[in-house]
């Protein structure tokens, strides 16, 4: 039986972040993040200031989710580069690693971080969507690479093919709940016991077993946010 040791909780926005804040305080396998995701429409900009206080809590791991998304938004995105700024500098303050978000951008998102310095801290880009030349870009920078149930569908040969070929010591899974339920559950609610079935598909593909993907997942998890583990 595997069991989950220990969850993060991404922020998205800082308005609705002192509510997650408060529910996971008290468990001690409960962690979150602090930060505002690149999509997200906000009255004002999150300041370096502003991340740098959230994040010097230590129930904060991370800062973000934050990175681009050419998806969803069009038009002059400078503002969403320089909302990616802002948190990149944040991180490098406090120390702490970086959530990525990358859809559709990677060029733009490899070129930012390169420009700040980010391997400095580092971090994971979550619910990786690229090929192998991005993933070598990302593991250069110091980057973790982590995989959702996308991994799992039919049609993610490319992810399938990244997921075979990575470094045991540069992967992480997770479920990114509610969305993108794996395989058996796909078009359905998504939770974070899910996040076997990711694991499992990715011992088939590395051709290990499930305990070995559970063991080197948490390894690295605790590694990159410096956790000591439960």
């Given at each position: 039986m595997?069991?989950i040791?220990?969850?993060l909780?991404?922020?998205?926005d800082?308005?609705s972040y002192p509510a ?8 001690d396998?409960?962690s979150?993040s602090a ?7 906000v009255?004002e900009?999150?300041?370096?200031e ?5 994040g010097?809590?230590?129930k ?5 989710e934050?990175g ?10 400078d503002w969403?580069r320089k909302?990616?700024?802002?948190h990149i ?6 120390g702490?690693?970086?959530?990525i978000?990358s859809?559709?951008?990677?060029d733009?998102t490899?070129k930012v ?6 391997s400095q801290?580092g ?5 990786f969507?690229e090929?192998?030349?991005t993933a070598l ?7 973790f ?10 049609n993610a040969?490319l992810i ?5 070929m ?6 992480l899974i ?5 969305y993108?339920a794996p395989?058996?559950f796909r078009g359905k609610p998504?939770?974070p016991l899910?996040?076997r079935?990711?694991?499992q598909?990715i011992?088939?593909?590395k ?11 948490s390894?690295n998890?605790y ?5 000591p583990?439960?």
């Open positions: 595997h069991q040791d220990h969850m909780c991404v922020s998205i800082l308005q997650m804040r408060c529910l996971v305080g008290a468990y396998n409960v979150v930060g505002v995701h690149p999509n997200e429409n009255s900009e999150p300041s370096i502003e991340l740098v206080s959230l010097g809590d230590d904060v791991m991370a800062i973000g934050t681009l998304d050419y998806y969803r938004s069009s038009g002059n995105l969403q909302r990616f700024r802002q500098r944040a991180a490098k303050i406090l702490k690693p970086l959530i978000h859809r559709e951008a990677k733009d490899i971080l390169k420009e700040e310095g980010a801290v971090g994971v880009f979550h619910c969507t090929d192998w030349e870009q990302v593991i250069d920078l110091g980057f690479i982590s995989f959702s149930g996308i991994v799992t569908f039919r040969q399938q093919d990244v997921a075979r990575i470094p045991n010591d540069r992967f997770e479920t990114d709940s509610p993108l395989i058996p998504n939770y899910y996040v079935h990711v694991a598909c011992a088939e593909l051709n290990i077993s499930i305990d070995e993907v559970a063991r080197l997942s390894d998890f590694r990159l946010f410096s956790r583990r439960a």
